[in-house]
């Protein structure tokens, strides 16, 4: 089946660092990468929507450039929180479809990002 | 933008009960999702329900799609502590792309 690998899995930093989360498709290839952020106990909710080669589309009210997305190849999308404070922890997850229908999409096992 | 009403937000029963769960929309959708997710992983995908009035069935989990494609559900019957998890519908709008997420329910199971 469809492999999604994220890294790192668990990250804490003081706060003012940027942070960098990798999104691997890692048996196939995937021309969109959606990334979702989800709070303890709540749902996903969907920041941007990544498309290799191109520039992200980001979901109404999130900061592009707090939330900086890279997809530069097929297989890889970066999500960098730049400048990164308390209210930025959460669990963010990335998602990988593997065809221009988007479905289904195949999720990571996210990252907790803790910010001190 | 379409929104997703899941509930009960929260849920919790005693080992052997039955449960239904319910996602719920003013908007059409063309498939609509169930995962569940535990605690620090990502969701994983339970079913995929596309034809309205469709009723699929995972062992003791069945769902069911409405047949307007606006609303669908997922029952467990007689429950386990196992199925202890955070269970989240999602539907796919009629354009494509995007799913569109309920809030979830936290369903715990008590042995």
Not at chain 1, 9 to 34: H, N, P, Y
Not at chain 2, 35 to 50: A, D, F, K
């Amino acid at each position: 089946g469809a492999v999604v690998s994220q890294h790192p899995s668990w990250v804490i930093c003081k706060s003012g660092t940027s942070v960098k989360i990798e999104c691997r498709s890692l048996d196939f290839q995937a021309t969109t990468m959606f990334w979702y952020r989800q709070f303890p106990k709540q749902s996903l909710m969907l920041m941007a929507t990544s498309n290799e080669g191109s520039k992200a589309t980001y979901e109404q009210g999130v900061e592009k450039d707090k939330f900086l997305i890279n997809h530069a190849s097929l297989t890889l999308s970066t999500l960098t929180v730049t400048s990164a404070h308390p209210e930025d922890s959460s669990f963010y997850i990335c998602s990988a479809a593997i065809d221009a229908s988007n479905q289904p999409q195949h999720f990571g096992d996210g990252t907790r990002l803790s910010i001190l | 933008t379409q929104l997703l009403e899941q509930s009960p937000q929260f849920l919790s029963i005693q080992e052997g009960e039955n449960l239904t769960v319910y996602c719920n929309s003013s908007s059409v959708f063309s498939s609509l999702q169930w995962y569940r997710q535990e605690p620090g992983e990502g969701p994983v995908l339970l079913v995929t329900v596309v034809t309205g009035g469709e009723v699929k069935k995972l062992k003791r989990l069945t769902f069911q799609f409405g047949d307007a494609r606006k609303d669908s559900s997922l029952h467990i019957t007689a429950a386990q502590p196992g199925d202890t998890g955070l269970y989240l519908c999602a539907g796919e709008g009629t354009s494509g792309s995007r799913l569109t997420f309920g809030e979830g329910t936290q369903l715990t199971v008590n042995p």
